[in-house]
């Protein structure tokens, strides 16, 4: 019998996109996984109307919205408890190939030291050309950098091991989970999948991107189109964080790379009339030294406008 899969799908104030994403993984030809759709304190029970419309998946609700990290933490809870022996997050603002499944699996099959396996994520509106095929992460920088904006060509079709794959669209072995944790939820939003693969990294694990494997990514379609700044305090305050929490040594030069690059981001941004910008950098900064993690609420945000 195949390995069990649980497909997590977060949801959160998008069912089109959750729907679109559905109906492109019921045409996969890997058959033993179950779609488990969270949502994430929707604005209206989403999770019912899909369930409703859906009726194969399995949904499951949270009453307020507990970000990416919380969200997600919620349906790997839920699939631990289901003994399932892989968990796939995906980005509900994807839609995958029919294939994409088995690469994935065959990766963690074949080495049990690969914890992580992921696939090439290129982007919907242009289907060859590649958002994200893993990278490295940099302590200096704070973060993880993919490999992308490159067309598909030009890149290898080998499977490769790197330092962190996007948190769109990845398969964890359920030991993994168990051994280290699940998200850290202080991150709310961007840089936790960051964190996690450094965890899986440091604990022992591999971390690989098969080509094989596609699917393709709206990107970033449900925070921009409710907030376009919030990205840009959550990475500002989250890199900072990501730092002091796994570089204690190189802390202080991450600090200063940050602020020097802020710096001169801010002074572009005044020239160009982004006061807005300079503002939520530099509430990403107060923040973090006053340990102010999790969820921000928007209004916050929203007033320098």
């Not at 892989?86 to 990766?107: A, C, M, Q, R």
């Not at 794959?165 to 961007?190: A, H, P, Q, T, W």
């Amino acid at each position: 019998m195949k390995s069990e899969v649980n497909i997590i799908i977060l949801n959160w104030n998008g069912y089109e996109d959750s729907k679109e994403c559905i109906k492109s993984l019921q045409q996969v030809t890997y058959k033993n996984y179950q779609i488990v759709l969270v949502d994430n304190g929707s604005d209206v029970n989403e999770a019912e109307l899909l369930e409703n419309d859906l009726p194969t998946i399995k949904a499951i609700r949270s009453e307020q919205n507990l970000g990416f990290s919380g969200g997600n933490n919620f349906g790997i809870k839920y699939s631990l408890e289901q003994s399932v022996d892989y968990i796939l997050l995906l980005n509900n603002d994807t839609t995958v190939v029919k294939n994409f499944l088995e690469p994935l699996v065959e990766k963690l099959l074949q080495d049990k030291q690969v914890g992580i396996a992921a696939p090439q994520i290129n982007y919907y509106d242009e289907p060859n050309k590649v958002w994200s095929a893993g990278g490295k992460i940099s302590k200096i920088r704070a973060s993880g950098f993919a490999d992308s904006d490159k067309f598909e060509s030009k890149l290898s079709t080998n499977d490769m091991e790197v330092d962190f794959v996007s948190g769109c669209c990845m398969l964890v072995r359920r030991e993994v989970f168990e051994k280290i944790g699940l998200f850290d939820e202080n991150y709310f939003l961007y840089v936790e999948d960051t964190d996690l693969c450094y965890r899986v990294k440091e604990a022992g694990y591999k971390i690989y991107v098969t080509p094989k494997s596609k699917i393709f990514h709206k990107v970033n379609s449900s925070t921009k189109k409710n907030n376009s700044i919030l990205p840009l305090y959550y990475t500002t305050r989250n890199r900072l964080y990501f730092a002091k929490k796994n570089f204690k040594r190189t802390f202080y030069l991450a600090l200063i790379y940050l602020s020097f690059v802020m710096t001169i981001k801010a002074v572009c941004w005044i020239i160009i009339g982004r006061a807005n910008s300079v503002k939520t950098v530099i509430h990403g900064f107060k923040d973090f030294f006053y340990n102010k993690m999790g969820k921000i609420e928007n209004t916050k945000i929203v007033s320098y406008r």
